[in-house]
Each structure stands twice: as C-alpha cells, then as structure tokens.
C-alpha cells in the first residue's frame, strides 16, 4: 500500500473516520518513512486523535519514531498570501480594467475562484515537493470541501487566463505608444500563479506520486456520497485504488442489536462490490471504543494492513 506515492488525501463525508484514518495510516507509515500528517480540516480533530496537541507549526508526534504533525489554517495562509501580493494583484486589476482604486479595493476583499482553496492546497503541495518527508497524508474536509480543494485548479487556471488576456491587450496600448513594453510584477504574478497551478495539477494527477483514499462507512447515505466522490475524482484523474469501509461489525458483536445491523451491513457490502468492482475494499471493525491515542491507531492500522 502505498509504496510509490508521497502524497495521500484521505476524504470521505463527516464522521466516517477521515482523521481516524489518516492518523493510523501516518502511525503505521512513519515506523519506515519519514511522515508528515496535514489537516486541511478546518475542524482539526488530528490533536485528539494523537492525543497530543499539534497546531499551526509541524509538530513531532511523541511515542512514534519518525511521525509529524499539522494544522493547517487555510484562512489565515489565503490572508497571508493576500497581504504579501497586494500591490501585484493591484497591477493586474489596475492595469487590466478601467476599475478606480476603490473598486479594485472592493474586488481584492471578495474572493478570486478558486484562489483561496489553491494556496491552501499550495501549502500541502509544497511539503510534497520538499525533501524532508516521504510520506504525506492529508486528513481532508468533508467531501464536499475537498472536491472543491481539488477542482479549484482549473477555476483558478481560468481566471488567470481571462486576466491574461485584459494584459495583453493593455500590453499592446503601451507598446503603441512607448514602442517597448517591459513586463512588471503583474506579469511577474500571473506567470507565477499559472506555474503554481500547473504543478499542483500535474502533482494531483500524478498516480505514482499522489492517491486520494476515500473512506466510508455502511450505510446508504455514507455510500452515495462516496459514489459521487469516487467518480468525480476519476473525472479530475486523481488516482483512487482503495475504499476504506469503516466500523464493520464481526462476529465479536453479538446480540439481537447487532444481528439485526449485520444484517443491513450485508446489504450494503454487497452494494460495495456491486459499485466499486475496481476498488479494494479494506474493512476496519467497529471498536467497542473511541479510536484515541497512539496506540489505538496502532490496532486500526493492523486492521488497515
Ligand atoms: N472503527 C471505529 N470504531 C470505533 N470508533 C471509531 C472507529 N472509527 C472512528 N471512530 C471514532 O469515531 C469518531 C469519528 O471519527 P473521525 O476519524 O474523527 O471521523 P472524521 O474525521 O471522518 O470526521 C471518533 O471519535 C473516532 O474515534
Ligand atoms: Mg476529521
């Protein structure tokens, strides 16, 4: 599992057991690679996973021999980049439109599409290129949220296009009237945004490198949302090889309770096979306990492997 690729996106709906996952996969990964796990999850749950707080610096994970940790705050880096491009996203508005200063002002404080979710996504990209991990495991948002992370690329590539394109022609304004144009920090951004959004989207289609690993549980709705999410990924060609179905009941649950759920997870393990027929599906059991700490993810990875 995993032998190949450095960055690993674990997604799935709310509650299913992403951070649970994510975590037990980065502590079976880190005892022969160097290992990094990213929230992206504005709802961080990675500390009370671990059971050791982590936060916005990469934290060494106690009990585990190469393991590290993080949450990341999607907005403050977006404020951040925001802040530190300013007066180059001022030039493209200021030179591409006929915007006075307060307009441009008004635009930069709403949204360019896709902006936000790309650096954050640059964040993570960014500690995949880099060296010093070899294994990256991004504990993702609810589906919802981490489609839209991973299809931003291309709504962002669009923009800069349309942008391009209003240079272009203030380009040619200039060089009929000064004979030279000389490009300047708009330019100098837009060449550097459209690289960026490049490198992540060859990173994200890239199987050898990057895997997303789609986590469910056994019920309907758990099921539909997985279904929508596997197609949409293999739509974007993102690699997906695997389906985690989580809390699988066994023969240790026993009773009139559980025979009776038993019997409703059969039905759905056979939509499992009925939907996804190219997946391997790995089952965890249901614990009689919350997943917590070191080596609670231990058994879950057991089970994972
Ligand atoms: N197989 C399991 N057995 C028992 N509890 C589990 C199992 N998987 C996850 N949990 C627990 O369920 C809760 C939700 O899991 P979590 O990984 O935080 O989900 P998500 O990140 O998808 O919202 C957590 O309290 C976790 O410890
Ligand atoms: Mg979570």
Redesign the pocket.
């Known amino acids: 599992m995993f032998e190949t690729q450095k960055l690993i996106f674990v997604g799935?709906k709310?509650?299913?057991?992403?951070?649970?996952?994510a975590c037990s996969l980065g502590v079976h990964l880190s005892d022969r690679f160097k290992t990094l796990v990213i929230s992206t999850d504005p709802a961080h749950?990675v500390s009370d996973?671990l059971q050791q707080p982590i936060g916005e610096q990469v934290k060494k994970v106690n009990h585990t021999a190469n393991l590290f940790a993080l949450e990341i705050n999607a907005e403050k880096i977006y404020h951040e980049f925001l802040v530190a491009n300013r007066q180059k996203l001022k030039r493209i508005m200021d030179t591409a439109t006929n915007l006075d200063d307060e307009d441009i002002d008004m635009m930069l404080e709403t949204t360019i599409p896709g902006l936000d979710e790309v650096i954050g996504l640059k964040t993570v990209t960014d500690y995949a290129s880099q060296r010093d991990y070899d294994k990256i495991i991004v504990?993702t948002a609810p589906t919802g949220h981490a489609l839209r992370l991973l299809s931003m690329p291309h709504l962002l590539d669009d923009w800069i296009k349309v942008m391009a394109k209003l240079r272009w022609k203030y380009r040619e304004v200039v060089t009929t009237f000064k004979g030279i144009y000389e490009p300047d920090m708009g330019d100098d951004f837009l060449v550097e945004m459209k690289k960026t959004v490049k490198r992540i989207e060859s990173l994200l289609k890239d199987a050898t490198a990057c895997e997303f690993l789609p986590?469910s549980i056994l019920t309907d709705m758990a099921l539909a949302e997985t279904e929508r999410l596997t197609k949409t990924l293999q739509d974007y060609g993102v690699s997906t090889r695997y389906l985690i179905v989580?809390?699988v009941l066994t023969d240790i649950h026993d009773g009139a309770f559980f025979h009776k759920r038993k019997q409703e997870q059969a039905i759905f393990k056979a939509r499992v096979k009925q939907a996804f027929p190219t997946f391997r599906v790995i089952e965890?059991?249901?614990?009689a306990?919350?997943?917590?700490g070191i080596e609670a993810l231990r058994k879950?990875a057991e089970a994972l492997m």
């Open positions: 799935g709310g509650g299913v057991g992403k951070t649970t996952v749950s996973s504990d986590v989580n809390q965890i059991p249901l614990y306990e919350e997943v917590k879950v």
